[in-house]
């Protein structure tokens, strides 16, 4: 498995630590940096890897907006942690992956990390499964999840609407998904289509 | 010991604690058909034993009876039981997980609203009608009303309409093996896997009783209606 780096941006001790410790206890390959100001935590940020940050909301008041909005655009890379040791609404809570909040126990602490460590340490190719259907397939698997008809689909398309059962048959038992419902569930998860596409 | 026939004793209205009694002294204390019961279970036990003929000679008042239990289980028991444990699965995910968890979830009730009319159009629809042919059939008195009733309803048109409640299971089953998006809490989602692997397998002997059993009973006794009908 592949080491994941982890960054504790945080001002106390004390938190440091024991997340640091809880970490440590979770048995995956980790690299954990502790970090207190500013300057540090953008210097590490510059090396390109996946890596989770935990952050407090403390800390993030001291950050230049601009710096938690670059690793934020780029999910899949960085997963965001707030810990959310001031009373929030200055804080907007979007954007963070997870948010541990002072009255977590440790098991809610463990989980919400392992959750993310998992994330992390997934290979890259998550969306392997959609490969193996071809890309018209996936055209035609789209039009299906949108909700259309084998004949609206065949217009579309310019092919016939027995070509159209064809792909419809063949994408059913490459997936093993037999519904149009389930099919839309596939496309949404696949993001292939948009939730908000579907009539 | 197969733990699984539990759920079938429960659907007869057993309840635990029998003690050392005997099967038949059971089936006396709740008024169970001692011949029925034993047949059912050992159809559920052995995957192999299914006996058409002699769950044929059983009334249908007895066979929709266990018909309607398990519809009662499945819409009451085990529907809410999945239902709860997918919410949980959406409780403990990263937030991320959760758009994709919450469509799910909408799948499965949409699931579950299709089971329902299945369930329902059964209850109200058919069931009474089989109980009007098995009272004419066993009176002997085909009357014009009963005749008219088979014209407009039959057996053929339940099988018809017998439609395929299980390919959204199927469907839901491969989601969660195959496409469900990381991380989740795996043991959750092996217990909802299990679950619904032994739904989809209660379903299935379900049908077949309806299919084998009492499809055809209610048909014979149609073609007798029909035939013994005299203007």
Redesign the interface.
């Known amino acids: 498995m592949e080491t994941i780096y982890v960054i504790i941006a945080e001002m106390s001790q004390l938190v440091r630590m024991g997340l640091t410790g809880a970490l440590n206890q979770m048995g995956y390959p980790l690299n954990i940096r502790e970090i207190t100001d500013v300057e540090k935590l953008k210097i590490a940020l510059q090396k390109d890897h996946k890596r989770l940050l935990i952050v407090s909301a403390t800390f993030l008041k001291t950050c230049p907006p601009e710096l938690i909005r670059s690793v934020v655009s780029k999910p899949k890379q960085t997963c965001l942690v707030l810990i959310n040791d001031i009373n929030t609404g200055t804080i907007p809570l979007r954007g ?3 948010i541990i909040e002072p009255p977590d126990i440790a098991k809610t602490i463990f ?2 990390l ?3 460590i ?2 992390l340490s ?1 290979p890259k190719n ?1 969306s392997k ?1 959609v490969e193996e259907i071809s890309a018209r397939e996936k055209e035609v698997l789209k039009l299906v999840a949108l909700g259309m008809t084998n004949k609206e689909i065949a217009e579309l398309l310019f092919i016939s609407s027995h070509t159209v059962i064809t792909h419809r048959k063949n994408i059913t038992s490459k ?5 149009i ?2 099919l839309t ?2 496309a ?3 993001k292939l289509i948009k ?1 908000e596409e579907i009539k | 010991m197969n733990y699984h026939l539990l759920q079938i004793i429960s659907r007869f209205g057993i309840s635990l604690g029998f003690g050392d009694k005997s099967v038949k002294q059971v089936c006396r204390d709740y008024s169970i058909d001692v011949d029925f019961f034993l047949e059912i279970v050992n159809s559920y036990h052995n995957k192999n034993y299914f006996p058409k003929k002699q769950l044929q000679g059983f009334s249908l008042k007895l066979i929709i009876e266990y018909l309607r239990k398990s519809h009662d289980y499945y819409l009451n028991t085990k529907i809410p039981q999945i239902a709860q444990l997918l919410k949980q699965l959406s409780d403990f995910s990263a937030t991320f997980t959760l758009e994709s968890l919450h469509l799910i979830d909408k799948f499965f009730k949409e699931y579950k609203n299709e089971l329902s009319v299945h369930i329902q159009r059964e209850e109200d629809k058919v069931y009474p009608y089989v109980f009007s042919i098995e009272e004419a059939f066993l009176t002997k008195n085909p009357t014009q009303e009963i005749v008219t009733c088979i014209r407009n309803y039959s057996m053929e048109n339940y099988e018809n309409e017998h439609d395929n409640v299980e390919d959204k299971l199927f469907d839901l089953k491969n989601i969660i093996i195959k496409y469900l998006p990381l991380p989740v809490d795996s043991h959750l989602s092996h217990a909802i896997l299990f679950e619904l692997f032994r739904l989809e397998t209660d379903l299935r002997d379900h049908a077949r009783i309806e299919d084998k059993v009492l499809v055809p009973k209610v048909k014979y006794m149609e073609k007798w209606i029909l035939e013994h009908f005299t203007t």
Do not use: C, H, W
Not at chain 1, 175 to 179: P, R
């Open positions: 963070f992956d997870e989980r919400k392992e959750k993310l998992q994330v997934m998550v499964s997936l093993g998904i037999k519904t419902a389930g569930v596939y949404i998860i696949n939730p």
